[in-house]
């Protein structure tokens, strides 16, 4: 399993062949604009396809000469885990400082248990955590 995807039309299909329209469900929604050098702002939102949670950025910008936002993708899908906070710390995903309870997206392998629970993830990072869970917990 891929921890990113690439799109192979931006805005239209992905490289699994799988279309954006109709094969990605939306989940989440950052609801926040941050800006980013000089030239556009960021969002992100959170899809489900194939079992599997993607981020997603959105951008936002403003063409010389006009007077309206235009709209677009940045970037890759990157495959995502939302966890909460088990206490007081600083983000692996974010770099923000993250109190006990908080919950965010992370990528996939950015799951540290010692600091996570994981409240949401993919088909492909749930088996593997059954099988670890299995592993560390058997008895002679």
Known sequence: MQDTMQWSVNGKSFEDGSDFDTDWKLIYESGEWHW???????????YE????????YHVRYVSDGDNKYSFGFGG???????????????SPHSSR???KGEEEWVRTYEVNSAIHSVLL????????????????????
């Open 49 to 56: 396809h194939d079992g599997e949670f993607w981020k997603l």
């Open 36 to 46: 980013q050098y000089d030239t556009h702002d960021l969002t992100f939102k959170i």
């Open 121 to 140: 993830t993919g088909a492909h990072d749930w088996q593997i955590r059954q099988l670890s869970d299995e592993e560390t917990h058997v008895t002679d």
């Open 97 to 99: 400082l993250m109190d």
């Open 76 to 90: 890759q899908a990157c495959r995502m885990t939302k966890v909460r906070y088990l206490k007081c710390t600083k």
